[in-house]
């Protein structure tokens, strides 16, 4: 495991007991959630690799839909999590980065909830994308989303004075907020606070993302032999632009990888 993936997996908010038996409360399927069913119906695949699948909410609902699923992520407390869902004995777990793609084949690979920006070194981009290209059979695909502005995503981030409260079922009220210490040439480190009401505890986690540009990701691509197909700007499907919130990438397998 490389020294990245060991900071990610590390991460409080990925290895905490508390945050983990919360991540899905705080966290809870969307719109991105109609919006990946859809797109994974439409290409209709036999076998989906979901990189990242932290606690297993996207990866067990595409195991309920009969799809042959295999869900990795680097953190051991996000994997336990996902075990215990409904329909998680359908899914292949495997507890690793990227390299743990190895061997395995797949006609669609998701990275959702942006774990593309968690790639933060070139040397992991660059690696995770020649991997999915490797896992990938002929003309297979894969799907990512990436938030497009840094400064615009902070804006919709909870501030301490703007918190947000959620109910876990095992916790109580949590209010929680975001704290940006640096933002500079796309890296943004970032402080996740959250306030256990019933018992006072603050609990803090450290973070870091990147954000990549549209041509960045693009060139990426295609040096990793994809072609990119189509490019979404948000979750309601519309076409990317220079405005859009997000860049949500579909792109197939075509040419050789020259990583």
Known sequence: MTQKQRTASESKQFSDPRLVTAYDSINALGDDRDFWLHEVDKLSPSTIVDFGCGTGLLTCELAKRGYQTIGIDPAVAMLDVARQKPYADRVEWIEGDYEKLSGLQ????????????FLLADKEWTGMLGMAHDTLRNDGYLMFDSRRSLVESFKNWPTERSRRRVSDPSLGEIEYWCNVIEARNGLATYELH????????????????????????EEGLTTAGFRVQTVYGDWDCSLYNEMSPEMIFVAQKKEPSII
């Open 194 to 217: 959250y306030l256990f009401k019933e018992s006072g505890e603050v609990v803090v986690s450290t973070d870091k993302i990147l954000f990549r540009s549209y041509s960045e990701i």
């Open 106 to 117: 797949a006609d669609l690979l998701l990275m959702t909830s942006h774990v593309a920006q």
